[in-house]
T-cell receptor, first 116, second 118 residues
Framework: LAKTTQPISMDSYEGQEVNITCSHN???????ITWYQQFPSQGPRFIIQ???TKVTNEVASLFIPADRKSSTLSLPRVSLSDTAVYYC?????????????????FGKGTKLSVKP | ETGVTQSPTHLIKTRGQQVTLRCSSQ?????VSWYQQALGQGPQFIFQ???????GRGNFPPRFSGLQFPNYSSELNVNALELDDSALYLC?????????????????FGPGTRLTVL
C-alpha cells in the first residue's frame, strides 16, 4: 500500500481555516484515503474518507486532486478543541468485505496546535 | 461515541506477568483490530479478527494473542510482559462502507487501555 507523508506539526489560531496535506505518491487505483483525529490518551476518531474530488461532512472537507497523489484535509474555523494529532491513511477497496488484514498503516501524523 | 468500549481503563503489571485486555465492538461491525500505541507514536497494528479467525497480523511476537467471540467481544492477551509493552492498547471495530464501487474497512476505535509494565 502507498506510504503517506504528512507535516510533523502545524500551528494555527482560532477562527482560521487549516489545511493539512498528505502525500501518497504510489496510491493505487483501488485505494481510498481516510483521515483520523486523535486527542491525547484517547482512541483515534474517524473524520472523513474519500476516493477522489471533494468530500464534505459536518466536521471537515477532503480535497483529492485528479492524480490522487495527495489529499488535503480542510478544517474550517478551528477552535482550541481542534488541537490534536491528525493521521492520513491509505486503505485498499475490496469487492467483498474481508477486513483490511492490517493494511491501514498509521504514520506519526500531524500535530496541530491551535492558539487563542 | 463509537460504541466501542474497552476495559480496564488503566492497568499496572510487573515484568513477566500476563495480561488480558477486553473490547466490546459495535454491533453489526465485521472485524475487530488491536493496535499498540507508544508515547509519541502512531498506532501500530497488532492483529485483526474477522469471523472469529485471525485475519492479518503485524510485526508482533506470538506472546501477543487474541480471541474474537460471536457476541462482538474480543480479547487481547499478552504473556511474559516486558517493560516495552507499556503503551496505550486500542481496539477498533471495522465496517465495510461502500465507496467508488468497492468496500472500505473503516475502523472505529475505542478509548484504549493504558498498560504500564514495571
Amino acid at each position: 500500500l502507498a506510504k503517506t507523508t504528512q507535516p510533523i506539526s502545524m500551528d494555527s489560531y482560532e477562527g482560521q481555516e487549516v489545511n493539512i496535506t498528505c502525500s501518497h505518491n504510489n496510491i493505487a487505483t483501488n485505494d481510498y484515503i481516510t483521515w483520523y483525529q486523535q486527542f491525547p490518551s484517547q482512541g483515534p476518531r474517524f473524520i472523513i474518507q474519500g476516493y477522489k474530488t471533494k468530500v464534505t461532512n459536518e466536521v471537515a472537507s477532503l480535497f483529492i486532486p485528479a492524480d490522487r497523489k495527495s489529499s488535503t484535509l480542510s478544517l474550517p474555523r478551528v477552535s482550541l478543541s481542534d488541537t490534536a494529532v491528525y493521521y492520513c491513511l491509505v486503505g485498499r477497496l475490496s469487492p467483498n468485505y474481508g477486513g483490511s488484514q492490517g493494511n491501514l498503516i498509521f504514520g506519526k501524523g500531524t500535530k496541530l496546535s491551535v492558539k487563542p | 461515541e463509537t460504541g466501542v468500549t474497552q476495559s480496564p481503563t488503566h492497568l499496572i503489571k510487573t515484568r513477566g506477568q500476563q495480561v488480558t485486555l477486553r473490547c466490546s465492538s459495535q454491533s453489526g461491525h465485521n472485524t475487530v483490530s488491536w493496535y499498540q500505541q507508544a508515547l509519541g507514536q502512531g498506532p501500530q497494528f497488532i492483529f485483526q479478527y474477522y469471523r472469529e479467525e485471525e485475519n492479518g497480523r503485524g510485526n508482533f511476537p506470538p506472546r501477543f494473542s487474541g480471541l474474537q467471540f460471536p457476541n462482538y467481544s474480543s480479547e487481547l492477551n499478552v504473556n511474559a510482559l516486558e517493560l516495552d509493552d507499556s503503551a496505550l492498547y486500542l481496539c477498533a471495530s471495522g465496517l465495510g462502507l461502500g465507496l467508488a464501487g468497492g468496500l472500505t474497512d473503516t475502523q472505529y476505535f475505542g478509548p484504549g487501555t493504558r498498560l504500564t509494565v514495571l
